[in-house]
């Protein structure tokens, strides 16, 4: 099975910083990944899918690009309402595996 | 507006089974896959399976082969998912999610249920 690698784990940044996360796959996915976003005790939420393409209703501040095996999810301007956990999810085949998720804090 | 409603906590000893349903409004329901994602506290997102209510078939996570089992049930627009033999481990929020293209399985997950905590303790 295709692992789903995120880096890094956590990390710290001031509002208004541009924050990358990485999402790296053990093997090619075509442009088969999503990012999610889950706030502490809540439901996940659907950011992008198609490696790039924007869900409806997700500020613009969110954007998503890659291919292959490595894909990033990139905050332009860190806001306090983006403290939450980050994962991505290759679904090309099954199994649909989800990444280990970057916690993101504000500094 | 799309919407699944998933049914409430639920304490379990170890052995036991556990059916957790989801109950979907809004939209067509056989014309989406549903599947089932479950979070053990400070983990990762784990993916189960799904289930495609318009043909009934399901796709299973080889760990869970033998002890997992997901229905639908057309008329109630809800799906169920059934995972026995349960263990210390199975102890995790479960969630359903709905596929984002109609007619596909593999998909981006675009709605989420409420979320069910599931305890395993003796």
């Known amino acids: 099975d295709i692992q789903m690698t995120q880096s890094p784990s956590s990390l710290s940044a001031s509002v208004g910083d541009r924050v990358t996360i990485t999402c790296r796959a053990s093997?090619?996915?075509?442009?088969?990944l999503a990012w999610y976003q889950q706030k502490p005790g809540r439901v996940p939420k659907l950011l992008i899918y198609?490696?790039?393409t924007l869900q409806s209703g997700v500020p613009s501040r969110f954007s998503g690009s890659g291919s292959g095996t490595d894909f990033t999810l990139t905050i332009s301007s860190l806001q306090p309402e983006d403290v939450a956990t980050y994962y991505c999810?290759?679904?090309?085949?099954?199994?649909?595996?989800f990444g280990g998720g970057t916690k993101v804090e504000i500094k | 507006q799309a919407q699944l409603v998933q049914s409430g906590a639920e304490v379990k000893r170890p052995g036991a089974s556990v059916k957790v349903s989801c109950k979907a409004s809004?939209?067509?329901?056989?014309?989406?896959?549903l599947h089932w994602v479950r979070q053990a506290p400070g983990q990762r997102l784990e993916w189960m399976g799904w289930?495609?209510?318009?043909?009934?078939?399901?796709k299973y996570l080889q760990k869970f082969q033998g002890r997992l089992t997901m229905t639908s049930d057309t008329l109630a627009t809800a799906v169920y998912m059934e995972l026995s033999s349960l263990k210390s481990e199975d102890t995790a929020v479960y969630y359903c999610?709905?596929?984002?293209?109609?007619?596909?399985?593999?998909?981006?997950?675009?709605?989420w249920g409420q979320g069910t905590v599931v305890t395993v303790s003796s």
């Open positions: 093997q090619g996915i075509n442009n088969y």
């Open positions: 289930i495609n209510p318009g043909n009934v078939k399901t």
């Open positions: 999610a709905r596929g984002l293209s109609s007619g596909w399985t593999t998909t981006a997950f675009d709605i």
């Open positions: 198609g490696t790039s």
């Open positions: 809004g939209y067509n329901f056989s014309g989406y896959a």
């Open positions: 999810q290759k679904y090309n085949t099954a199994p649909l595996t």
